[in-house]
């Protein structure tokens, strides 16, 4: 069955450090990956998409992800982080049996000053 | 893109009571889906709500309990019944959008936040 892993419950950072949240998915076939990010109180909001094509894709607000099958891997990367970036981040996988998606648990991320 | 808006956006309610939640979406779609988001877990599939037809319901959710309505395609409601505080989670009301590509993207509303005492 298709599973997502995602093995940092709680990341902190400081702000303007880099950031890489980790992201393993299980899939029998070519998988379609996204990152979403829920800030407090609100919905969930598509950061970036993995179809097919190029791995590393790029998103919204400065995020990255790069898609390595070898690992089977959708990590998510920024380069500096800012305090607003202080939210939950879900990575998950197309693929569920009515077309929907299956999540992994979520990585929180704090930002410190 | 698809703009969802949900009501209520939270409430508090007594052990045995029920609740409805409604979702509405700014154009129509075909999909829409219910999750559920429990404190400190994922989001979990409760069921498509499809148009015309009975709610298709993932292993584990049950009709009785969580009676799915979808009378147009632009709105649903989903029914918490006989609350217990197991029931306490963020129910979101997801839909899918045409886009290019072979895999359409989900949009997801701002989330019930339920509290069940």
């Known amino acids: 069955a298709q599973s997502v892993t995602q093995p940092d419950i709680h990341i902190t950072v400081s702000e303007g450090a880099s950031l890489e949240l980790r992201c393993n998915y299980s899939?029998?076939?070519?998988?379609?990956l996204f990152w979403y990010v829920q800030s407090p109180g609100q919905g969930l909001q598509l950061l970036l998409k993995?179809?097919?094509?190029?791995?590393l894709v790029q998103g919204i607000k400065g995020f990255e992800a790069e898609f390595k099958r070898s690992q089977s891997s959708f990590n998510l990367r920024k380069p500096s982080v800012h305090w607003s970036d202080a939210a939950e981040y879900f990575c998950?996988?197309?693929?569920?049996?009515?077309?929907?998606?299956?999540f992994g648990k979520g990585t929180k991320l704090s930002v410190k000053p | 893109s698809a703009v969802i808006s949900q009501k209520p956006s939270r409430d508090i309610c007594q052990r045995g009571t029920s609740l409805t939640i409604q979702c509405q979406v700014d154009?129509?779609?075909?999909?829409m889906f219910w999750y559920r988001q429990q404190p400190g877990q994922s989001l979990t599939l409760i069921a498509t709500?499809?148009?015309?037809?009975?709610?298709?319901?993932e292993s584990g959710f049950v009709i009785d309990k969580f009676p799915i309505s979808r009378p147009n395609l632009t709105f649903s409601t989903l029914t918490v019944s006989n609350m217990s505080p197991e029931d306490s989670s963020i129910y979101l009301c997801s839909v899918e959008v045409i886009t290019s590509g072979r895999v359409n993207e989900q949009f997801f509303g701002p989330g019930t936040r339920l509290t069940v005492l």
């Open positions: 154009s129509q779609v075909t999909m």
């Open positions: 709500a499809n148009q015309g037809s009975e709610a298709t319901y």
């Open positions: 993995y179809f097919s094509g190029d791995t």
């Open positions: 998950a996988v197309y693929g569920g049996s009515q077309g929907n998606l299956i």
């Open positions: 899939y029998g076939a070519t998988p379609y």
